[in-house]
């Protein structure tokens, strides 16, 4: 059974830094596509990062690009997110996906973890 658990959300003020993480359970992230989207209130959950498969090719949303990082530690199978210069703009659910190779959409989802910046 395939588990991914989000951490290491929480509350930073404008300007500050935090570090999610996502681990799994079930599957290895090194053979799946793995992405962070988040959700915020009264808005469509949104596209934020991802990193591929095989050599860990980054992506990112134009709204995170040169703040935020996403990284990948094989040893652990975990998935970090860690984000720089957080802005209220950032505050939302997030949550971690997975998608296999040969899937059309991402097929597993974490709880998702909230990440509030205040201003």
């Known amino acids: 059974q395939v588990q991914l658990v989000e951490s290491g959300g929480g509350l930073v003020q404008a300007g500050g830094s935090l570090r999610i993480s996502c681990a799994a359970s079930g599957l290895t992230f090194s053979n799946y596509k793995t992405g962070w989207f988040r959700r915020a209130p009264g808005k469509e959950r949104e596209f934020v990062a991802s990193?591929?498969?095989?050599?860990?090719?980054?992506v990112y949303a134009d709204s995170v690009k040169g703040r935020f990082t996403i990284s990948r530690d094989n040893a652990k199978n975990t998935v970090a997110l860690q984000m720089n210069s957080l802005q209220p703009e950032d505050t939302a659910v997030y949550y971690c996906a997975t998608k296999g190779l040969f899937s059309a959409s991402y097929d597993y989802w974490g709880q998702g973890t909230q990440v509030t910046v205040s201003s």
């Open positions: 990193i591929s498969w095989n050599i860990g090719t980054t």
